[in-house]
């Protein structure tokens, strides 16, 4: 089992920033793609960010490329989202995701074995 604790979600203005973390704990592998996804009432959960544990291959959802940046502390087995210049339809609750394959769909939601209990990001206009 992996658990994933994410933090660093609230309330901003738009043009504002925000940094959200992801520690995992537990059967962890040494090698792993860790992802973000976000989900709004209604709405399917979308594809946001993902990254391998060494931060040699990263990739983005086209509505955040230039905006946000995907990284990880591998030492701390930690993901981190830093968002800026953030826009009213950026707020969703944000889910991190953890998954020991470093091949496949990342931006598939069933491609991942674990996730967090998410946290909430709100931009106000």
């Known amino acids: 089992q992996v658990q994933l604790v994410e933090s660093g979600g609230g309330l901003v203005q738009a043009g504002g920033s925000l940094r959200l973390s992801c520690a995992a704990s537990?059967?962890?592998?040494?090698?792993?793609?860790m992802g973000w996804f976000r989900q709004t009432p209604g709405k399917e959960r979308e594809f946001v960010a993902a990254?391998?544990?060494?931060?040699?291959?990263?990739y983005y959802a086209d509505s955040v490329k230039g905006r946000f940046t995907i990284w990880t502390d591998n030492a701390k087995n930690t993901v981190y989202l830093q968002m800026n210049s953030l826009k009213p339809e950026d707020t969703a609750v944000y889910y991190c995701?953890?998954?020991?394959?470093?091949?496949?769909?990342?931006?598939?939601?069933?491609?991942?074995?674990?996730w967090g209990q998410g946290t909430q990001v709100t931009v106000s206009s």
């Open positions: 990254i391998w544990w060494n931060n040699e291959r990263t």
């Open positions: 995701a953890f998954t020991a394959d470093l091949y496949g769909n990342f931006r598939a939601q069933v491609h991942y074995n674990y």
């Open positions: 537990g059967r962890t592998s040494s090698r792993y793609t």
